[in-house]
């Protein structure tokens, strides 16, 4: 049993030795987006405003994808204890696309990442008659950068209070 | 106020059956045929009327270069200097001297005079083969003086047909979205232009965002996106009256609008609970059909010239890719098979071709294949550009690419181009602003 657990730990260590040494051969683009970004989802603080303290006002999405991330579940769930608590309040959820889409589809992919919010919100216990669905494609750009970590930023879903 | 339909006075004078120069416009065409475009010649006394109705010095000379700039940018004729013409306009359109033509290398010309008539614009023009010594065709119209620089759209569409033996694209317009301000807070307003980028008018104000104008192919009428009160749906605008009203009572975004070939419908996409279907509805009778039912995005349709099928982009098989249908939605076929993802799918208006956008490896391609996938061929290649639209005779595309201004990806314009089918001839189409999602319009006369 120790044993096993020492093997475990060593295991741990071997891989944050191999996760550190991956890190140092990407420095250069590893420092411009460091701690922001999980695979394409970006994971920081930068744009994100707060509804309530501790209530983050958005959630963000991988290239052309519309599936919610662990963090962004726990930013939904803490907008829902939220808007139970505010039961007067309604929502608008606005979902964005990066750029690098064509604008139709990107129309069409921001519906359905909002509605991914919503759809959680609503399981939450949130009823769908206080949820307003906002697509903006990629026309509201909050980076304007052209780069993945301004593409990250974009690829949204963000709760606006609609009253 | 858009526009008296031009009235064609034609007085034909017979047209040489037998083929005398031929451009051939189906290939990349390297070695434009030579034309030497004698000004119209106009009397003292039409010159002054038209001076002081339209503020143009000469407009003999002003219709002449509409033409050669038309000609010219069509990528199949080189308008020769008007400074080696040895002919003076009025004699050479009586009886060309052709040797003076051909020892400038000319091997057509194109000769006229422009009358002022009873308040009215009459022009004459004609072709000439110069190696063959023949006149090709002539013609004669009379419209009102204000749409003079049509007069020169219409000149250059006969030219094109009588020497490629295919309809022209001039005497058209291009709907367009004018962009400006930083790209966070964009502002768009709805704007026309004809097609070599004069009579810029902006059809809205930039208080709302607007989306993918579309030409009716059959009427001065526009189908596009707009967020007016901040519900995005799909307009019908009149740009004669300015009327506009929302198209169908969707409780959702709809978007993707296009007319069918006949003008009587319009096919789009409504978005609902993370899915997006493609309808239609009837401009007659406003009846909503419903086309796809899919769990995936269905968007960017567009019907073939017959009305029997419709290309569309949807996201079932994982990705973007492009599909056709039957135009009542059933034996839905995927037809882009490539690496990449494949979007805006549009039908050519000669029925052969789809033209679309292709993403692959971070750049953007403008490309056409067969209606059956065969056949790619990708056009032009940039780091951003989309939203193909054809030409109404299908053998230019307009397009637009953002180009970024500096390095780190700061700041960009949007401006539309054209490219031929060829993959050849180029060329940024000037707008007064920022400009994106352009739609060519049908023919205005013919």
Known sequence: ?163 | MIKKIITLFLILIPINSYALIEVDITRGNLDPLPVAVSPLSIDEKSRKSFEKALKKKNIGEEISSIVENNLSTSGLFNPLSKEAFLQAPDIANLKPRFEDWNLIKAQALITGKVNYVDDKLRVEFRLWDVLAAKEMMALAFTTVPSNWRRVGHIISDKVYERLTGEKGYFDTRIIYVAEEGPKTQRIKKLAIMDQDGFNNKFLTLGNELVLTPRFNPTSQMVTYLSYFKNLPRVYLLDIETGTQEVVGDFPGMTFAPRFSPDGKKIIMSFAKDGKSDIYTMDLENRIVERITNHPSIDTSPSYSPDGKYITFNSDRSGYQQIYIMKSDGSDVKRISFGNGLYGTPVWSPRGDLIAFTKLHKGKFYIGVMRTDGKGERLLTENYYQEAPSWSPNGRVLIFYRETKTDDKGKGFTAKLWSIDLTGYNERRIKTLTDASDPSWSSLLSN
């Open chain 1, 1 to 163: 049993m120790k044993i096993s657990k020492i093997f475990k730990n060593a295991l741990l260590v071997l891989t944050a030795c191999v996760v550190l040494s991956a890190c140092a051969t990407k420095k250069e683009i590893a420092t411009d987006i460091q701690g922001s970004m999980q695979g394409d989802v970006y994971t920081g603080t930068d744009t994100v405003e707060y509804l309530a303290e501790g209530v983050p006002d958005r959630v963000f999405f991988a290239t052309n994808e519309s599936i919610l991330t662990t963090a962004s579940r726990e930013t939904l769930r803490a907008q829902a204890a939220w808007m139970r608590k505010n039961s007067s309040i309604n929502v608008v959820l606005e979902g964005h696309a990066d750029e690098r889409g064509t604008r139709e589809y990107n129309l069409a992919l921001g519906e359905r990442r909002a509605n991914a919010a919503k759809d959680y919100l609503m399981t939450y216990g949130i009823s769908s008659d206080r949820i307003t669905v906002l697509s903006y494609g990629k026309e509201r750009p909050v980076d304007s950068g052209s780069n993945p970590l301004s593409w990250s930023k974009n690829r949204r879903s963000v709760t606006v209070k609609a009253n």
